[in-house]
């Protein structure tokens, strides 16, 4: 105790505790960045959409809660399905026909996708930020050295449970085998019979999917805006970096590191200054390790 | 069983194909010999619809398989076994092969995983490496053996033994020859000119995009004008 207090001007309860909220948080930010490294890998583009689809999946939750008044977990299955069928369809029918397969044209149609729908959502939803009152907002556990609502917690198994179903899903469904070998051998992957462009859409939807799924889990603790997405993807963003573009398992272990930077970070520099902790974790990555983490594999 | 007629096709604007009629009888061999750059690849991946044609028709069976997508041509029996082999570097040899039935040959994917690895015991030895680390005879025969998951009806395979050592270029031959005495339907294009046209029962010579000459194996076997540009006779 006194050893910490000593190095830091800390206790070690409170940095303790700000590691353990970090890495509740943590989980969901690699939530996030597994929908962005998937959609990486396997069709080598970056999405500038994705923090704008987890804007609109979160105002997806909170209008189902103001207005059909479904819990916001319970909203989860509906917004996971919806944001892969969104997902879906805007790669297959939007961004792959709009492309004709380069890059470069990929990249500025997944931009102009998330003006028109960030653009939208200011006209429609203004830009007031909505909150979800949720009876159990304050009730959690009390860990001793801090108190761990049943909504960080939520978030942080439910995060776990959707990272593993998808990782199994890719390591022994035909599918998830269809998806890996498209990620690194297109020709051989039509040679096999496997229709590529299904496969994209249905990764861009899986990857869309993840972030319908966190917007649930973020939904009851954070204002949503029509700008919440940035601050959000950012950081899967540096999570990605930090893991290693198109890496699952870089998607995890990245996400804890960032969860519980930002988190300790914060402790010592305030709230605000936290994020810096952030963007000094990509600038040291780009540096010293611009692979990566874990590399470029897709599993 | 595989009828191309008239066959024009290329990348973008540039035509590579000219007009070219090839056939593949039930049970035949079918060799395709021809320099570099001749247009034997762009013809192989235009059969198995990879690349649109620009025209003519490609049958199979009698049905119309010209202008279809590859998973459709896949789904009907003709699989491809690509030049540079195409196997999934990042997947393991089970995983590659388990793929090789993802379009066709699904209900027996047990038995057939069987059947290759009776037929490639290395493979089976290597079930767990990923393909990227296999060496290029390895790849090879992981790549004909994902081919035979899919239970092909007609087989084509490009330069089968490009980069093999001369003792595994007789072991592809001797698998050739055995895949076809089972039944298989083959059209082989190789560099190889004399052990292709001594396997193969026909034979067509592309150059530029047309086919030059075509005719039985053993007539083309005597023929002065292949002897001289290809065999330097
Ligand atoms: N993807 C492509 N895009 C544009 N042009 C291509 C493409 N693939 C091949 N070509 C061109 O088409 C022509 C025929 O190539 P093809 O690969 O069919 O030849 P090939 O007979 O298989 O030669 P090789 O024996 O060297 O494999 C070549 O001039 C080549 O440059
Ligand atoms: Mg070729």
Redesign the interface.
């Known amino acids: 105790m006194d050893a910490c207090a000593n190095l830091t001007g800390h206790g070690c309860g409170i940095i303790l505790a700000s590691i353990i909220n970090g890495t509740m948080t943590g989980a969901v930010y690699a939530l996030v960045a597994l929908g962005l490294t998937l959609i990486y890998g396997v069709l080598h583009i970056i999405n500038f959409a994705h923090g704008t689809l987890l804007m609109l999946a979160m105002y997806g939750v909170f209008f189902l809660n103001q207005i059909v008044g479904v819990d916001p977990y319970m909203a989860m299955p509906v917004i996971l399905v919806a944001a892969f069928l969104f997902g879906y369809g805007l790669q297959r029918y939007v961004i792959g026909k709009t492309s004709h397969g380069r890059d470069e044209i990929t990249l500025l149609v997944t931009l102009g996708v998330s003006i028109v729908i960030e653009n939208l959502a200011l006209f429609f939803f203004t830009a007031n930020e909505r909150n979800i009152r949720v009876p159990y907002e304050l009730a959690g556990i009390d860990l001793g050295v801090t108190y761990l609502l049943v909504t960080q917690m939520a978030a942080f198994g439910a995060a776990l449970l959707i990272t593993a179903t998808l990782w199994m899903f890719m390591s022994a469904s035909d599918t998830g085998r269809a998806i890996r070998a498209v990620a690194k051998e297109r020709q051989g992957a039509r040679l096999v019979g496997i229709n590529v462009e299904h496969i994209f859409a249905l990764s861009f939807g899986i990857g869309t999917a993840c972030v319908g799924a966190a917007a649930a889990l973020l939904a009851p603790r954070f204002a949503i805006s029509p700008r919440i997405g940035y601050t959000f993807v950012l950081i899967a963003f540096t999570v990605v970096v930090l893991g290693g573009m198109g890496s699952f398992v870089g998607a995890l272990v990245g996400g804890f590191i960032i969860g519980i930077a930002e988190s300790v970070g914060g402790l010592f520099l305030g709230e605000s200054l936290g994020q810096i902790t952030i963007s000094l974790i990509f600038i040291l990555i780009l540096l010293l390790r611009p692979s990566g983490l874990f590399g470029e594999k897709l599993r | 069983m595989l009828e191309v007629r008239d066959l024009r096709a290329g990348y973008g604007a540039v035509e590579v194909l000219h007009g070219v009629d090839l056939d593949v009888g039930d049970d035949e061999i079918v060799a395709i010999l021809g320099s570099n750059g001749a247009g034997k690849s762009t013809l192989n991946n235009t059969i198995?619809?990879?690349f649109p044609p620009f025209g003519g028709a490609i049958r199979f069976d009698g049905e119309d398989i010209c202008g279809a997508?590859?998973?459709r041509i896949?789904?009907r029996g003709v699989?491809?076994v690509?030049e540079g082999?195409?196997?999934?570097?990042?997947?393991t040899v089970r995983?590659n092969l388990?793929?090789?039935g993802?379009?066709?040959g699904r209900a027996n994917r047990k038995r057939n995983l069987d059947g290759v690895v009776a037929v490639f015991p290395r493979l089976g030895e290597r079930f767990t490496q990923h393909a990227g680390t296999l060496s290029g005879g390895e790849q090879q025969m992981l790549a004909i053996g994902?081919a035979m998951m899919?239970e092909p009806r007609l087989l084509i395979l490009d330069e089968p033994s490009l980069g093999l050592s001369p003792l595994l270029v007789e072991e592809m031959f001797g698998l050739i020859r055995r895949l076809h005495e089972e039944g298989l339907s083959i059209l082989l294009v190789e560099q190889n000119v004399m052990e292709s046209l001594a396997l193969a029962n026909r034979a067509y010579v592309i150059e530029n995009g047309l086919i030059t000459l075509s005719g039985p194996a053993d007539e083309l076997l005597d023929n002065p004008d292949l002897k001289r540009s290809y065999l330097g006779l």
Do not use: C, H, K, T
């Open positions: 198995s619809g990879l997508p590859s998973e896949v789904e699989i491809q690509p082999r195409r196997v999934f570097p990042n997947m995983d388990l793929l090789g993802y379009r066709r994902r899919a």
